[in-house]
C-alpha cells in the first residue's frame, strides 16, 4: 500500500505561482507511474500532467508550458511546478501513483492509478 500526501497548495492572484509536493509512503515496485490531477468545483476531474515509467510527461493542453512535473525518486516526492496561474486553474489538485514491476504509461487515463492523495487546494484570484 502506498499512501500519498500533497502539500503545498494555497490562494495566489492570476499570474503567480505555486509548487505542489505528493511525499510517497513507499513504494515496493522498481516502476512507477505518477500524475497530477485536479477537480474544480461542479466539474469532473480531469488530468493535469504525468510521467511514466520511463520519465516522459505528458500535459493536459490548458497547462502546456505553464506547469512542470517532476519527481525525486530518492525522496519519493512528486512535484508541480504551476506558473502564470490562471483562475480556471482554480481546483483541488490531487497526486496519484501506480507501482509495478514491468514498464507502466498512463497519461491522463485516471483508472490506471491506484493510489490516490487527499488532495490540495488551489485557488486563483484575478
Known amino acids: 500500500q502506498v499512501q500519498l500526501v500533497e502539500s503545498g497548495g494555497g490562494s495566489v492572484q492570476a499570474g503567480g505561482s505555486l509548487r505542489l509536493s505528493c511525499a510517497a509512503s513507499?513504494?515496493?515496485?522498481?516502476?512507477?507511474?505518477v500524475a497530477w490531477f485536479r477537480q474544480a468545483p461542479g466539474k469532473e476531474r480531469e488530468g493535469v500532467a504525468a510521467?511514466?515509467?520511463?520519465?516522459?510527461?505528458t500535459y493536459v493542453e490548458t497547462v502546456k508550458g505553464r506547469f512542470t512535473i517532476s519527481q525525486d525518486n530518492a525522496k519519493n516526492i512528486l512535484y508541480l511546478q504551476m506558473n502564470g496561474l490562471k483562475p480556471e486553474d482554480t481546483a483541488t489538485y490531487y497526486c496519484?501513483?501506480?507501482?509495478?514491476?514491468?514498464?507502466?504509461?498512463?497519461?491522463?487515463?485516471?483508472?490506471?492509478?491506484?493510489?490516490w492523495g487527499q488532495g490540495t487546494q488551489v485557488t486563483v484570484s484575478s
Open positions: 513507499r513504494y515496493t515496485h522498481s516502476r512507477r507511474c
Open positions: 496519484a501513483a501506480y507501482q509495478g514491476p514491468y514498464f507502466c504509461s498512463f497519461g491522463l487515463w485516471e483508472a490506471g492509478y491506484a493510489y
Open positions: 510521467i511514466d515509467s520511463d520519465g516522459r510527461t
